[in-house]
């Protein structure tokens, strides 16, 4: 077992391997745990400057509508926890679910505790997973895979991320407004800048100061870099990860990451597009600092900008509300399903097409299920991937989907089948609807598909209701529904029994009907009209008035 000391989103984290499968060809993949080091906490500090630069959620949604959900943060709340700070955290948790896309519910324990000196937060991945050689942070790793890759883990780790927000730091600002007053931090802003650490804004680089020696990686058999670590470059273009360069662990690769040859960047198609085709500036000042550098956005090239939030200090009298289109470039290239919040800053567009404005289901008796499909497409001229959220939002139980949220990230000119249930309880009436997010350019955003169905009892063949109207003069409607495919009878009788007229005689599928029915020729007077399906009648009594 290997013992490795790293630096990682505020955290000061130890790594040891763990055997958790095994793949038919008998080598073994590997998940880390990542344990903080209590005593060893770093720090994202303020710099104490009001700097009054503002910009909410609106100030983004000028893009692009992005308000569709594509993801599902939960969040348990560990410690004394004020109202303000959890209403607060719980905003800033709404703005990811926008930003990336996974099916599978990102957990996260929040704790609120006291932390050393100025520290504002920290946080970090609890777990990391190899895909393709390379270590992803657990909550990545899932939405990259599309499964649930911490449920079952050895370890009994129970969430993806661990957040620490500081309890007794006195000037925190817990409005959602993006207003913050002089001498105040943003409460939201900071949540943000954790999260987006836990989610994968983070390298497996570490330096000591004293030796200046520098590493990165984990594992035993090969040592593997985290994804991030993949896209960091030197002034001169070369990676850190390449030991002919840059041995691991070096003088050199110290120099490297302290931004001594030329500075320390991002390389990335995504991101690099967002900041104008150039080289991202990471944050590397000539000393390591641990828990600041590497992991951000350099400071200076950022402030007070829309790409601000991943900067390793927060001034006074700041707000941004959004990860920024640089920090969407970077998730974007290091693999991350995005969402519509992302799509929308990068310039990417969609559209939608739904082969549904409504559902019914028609009639069907109670416990019987019927299934239907409505299909979702990306048009093949759009630009990028059709992401959203599919899910019941209102009605009765008796409708469901294969799960409670379908996620959809659709290429363009591709499809996705969402299975629809009605299964009713009840013999009652049944209406619901079904709520499609997206970041579709050409549809109102969200999309809502109407459900209904009826039900009878389970043996009822059929169910007669009222004429309408009635009393009627010349002509009346007569309904029925019927469960199943059934031979139908339909007529109408004087009161001395006499048969009138025969309105239907023959095979009718299952639903709702409505029969016409023309008096012209008849007196005035009461009428019976009796229905016989499956040798079982049931009968009405109507009333011609002229």
Known sequence: ????????????????????????????????????????????????????????????????????????????????????????????MTIWESHITSSIPIKIEANWIALEGSTLGSAGPTLIYPIDNVWYPIAQASA???????????????????VNMNSTFGAWYYETDANTPGGFIDFVTVVIHEIGHGLGFTGSMSGDPDSQVAQWGLGDDPVLPFDYDTFIEDGFSQSV??????????????NAVTGNNGGLFFIGDQANEAYENLPVPIYAPPTWQGGSSYSHLDQ????????????????????????????????ADKGWPLGGGCFALLGATSIVEVDESEIDFGVTNVNNRLDTTIVISNDPNSENALVGRVELS?????????SS?????????????????????????????????????????PILIPLSGDALEEDRVVELLQNYPNPFNASTNITYKLPQNSYVKLEIFDML???????????????????????????SGVYIYRILVEGRAETGKLMLVK
């Not at 990259?144 to 993806?160: H, I, K, R, T």
């Not at 990860?241 to 050199?252: G, H, M």
Request: hydrophobic share 35%.
């Open 241 to 254: 990860l390449n030991e002919n360069v840059y041995p691991n662990p070096s003088n050199a690769l110290y």
């Open 1 to 92: 077992m290997i013992r490795s000391l790293f630096t990682v989103l505020g955290f000061l984290l130890t790594a040891s391997t763990v055997a958790v499968a095994q793949s038919n060809n008998a080598t073994s993949t590997t998940l880390h745990r990542l344990a903080p080091e209590q005593d060893q906490v770093c720090t994202f500090e303020p710099t104490y400057r009001d700097v009054f630069y503002y910009k909410g959620v609106e100030a983004f949604r000028k893009k692009g509508d992005f308000r569709a959900k594509t993801a599902s943060i939960q969040v348990d709340y560990v410690g004394n926890w004020p109202q303000d700070a959890r209403t607060a955290f719980e905003y800033a």
């Open 497 to 523: 029994g006499k048969l009138v007229e025969t309105v239907v005689d023959g095979e009718q599928s299952r639903g709702r009907y409505v029969q016409r029915v023309q008096a012209d020729d008849w007196s």
């Open 144 to 162: 990259m895979e599309g499964e649930d890759l911490l449920s079952g883990n050895q370890f009994g780790v129970e969430y993806d991320i661990v």
């Open 394 to 402: 209102s009605g009765s139980s008796a409708f469901s989907l294969s």
């Open 405 to 445: 949220t379908i996620f959809l990230n659709i290429e363009p000119g591709e499809s996705q089948e969402i299975q629809v249930r009605y299964r009713p309880r009840f013999a009652r009436n049944n209406a619901g609807e079904i709520r499609i997010s997206h970041n579709g350019v050409n549809r109102p955003n």
């Open 300 to 331: 200076l090239t950022f402030t007070n900008t829309e790409n601000a939030l991943m900067r390793p200090q927060i001034d006074n009298a700041f707000a941004i509300h959004s990860p920024g289109p640089v920090m969407c470039g970077i998730f």
